[in-house]
């Protein structure tokens, strides 16, 4: 079975510039989750979605981030304009809303944004 | 705010020996816990987990504690191995909200 998958896994761009990452969940699943990793902060919550629904974004970092996701098998995590300060590996990770352990995440292998 | 803290970011064992991991948590809400080991270049994977109404969990060479008064909890690994070398995040929750993670510990097994 095909797990969560991101692009691109890096991505180089310079500052100012848009950028847009994506995610394909693991088909049946119904919650949508994007992590950001740095080194400072370890593993942070932006936002995640339950049926496609915005549940909580009150970890996006500021209006330069936004994330959609149009239907149950795509999402995307948009930054305008980026910067420096936003290097860091974006993960997506997504969940069934049943089974046990409940918080059982599935991750992707992550994005990797570096930011000159 | 970080709600679980891992607050060894290194830890170094030897084969064979046994590997603790610590993390505290400050949210007495959080009914669930899950540990997730993370190589270098891949996304976090689920190791193993435990609910709020128990204080062990076992499963092969990995077991969980948890000490709800004391809000933590631990990972033993034994016997240790190199294969087990690795971030692990602590991550802990409400039933239907998201995982809260830790910053992660990397454990270095050596040989």
């Known amino acids: 079975d095909a797990g969560v998958i991101q692009s691109p896994r890096h991505e180089v761009t310079e500052m100012g510039q848009e950028v847009t990452l994506r995610c394909k969940p693991i088909s049946g699943h119904n919650s949508l989750f994007w992590y950001r990793q740095t080194m400072m902060r370890g593993l942070e919550l932006l936002i995640y979605?339950?049926?496609?629904?915005?549940?909580?974004d009150s970890g996006m970092p500021e209006d330069r981030f936004s994330a959609k996701m149009p239907n149950a098998s795509f999402s995307t995590l948009k930054i305008q304009p980026s910067e420096p300060r936003d290097s860091a590996v974006y993960f997506c990770?997504?969940?069934?809303?049943?089974?046990?352990?409940?918080?059982?995440?599935?991750f992707g292998e992550g994005s990797r944004l570096t930011v000159l | 705010d970080q709600q679980v803290k891992q607050n060894s970011p290194s830890l170094s064992v030897q084969e064979g020996r046994i590997s603790i991991l610590n993390c505290d948590y400050t949210?007495?809400?959080?009914?669930?816990f899950l540990w997730y080991k993370k190589y270098p270049a891949e996304g976090p994977t689920f190791l193993i987990s435990i609910s709020s109404i128990k204080d062990k969990n076992e499963d092969g060479r990995f077991t969980v504690f948890l000490n709800k008064s004391a809000k933590h909890l631990s990972l033993h690994i034994v016997p240790s191995q190199p294969g087990d070398s690795a971030v692990y995040f602590c991550a802990a929750a409400r039933s239907g909200y998201a995982l809260n993670f830790g910053k992660g510990t990397s454990l270095l097994v050596t040989p």
């Open positions: 979605f339950n049926n496609n629904v915005p549940i909580d």
């Open positions: 949210n007495s809400m959080f009914d669930y």
């Open positions: 990770a997504s969940r069934t809303g049943q089974g046990h352990p409940p918080g059982e995440l599935f």
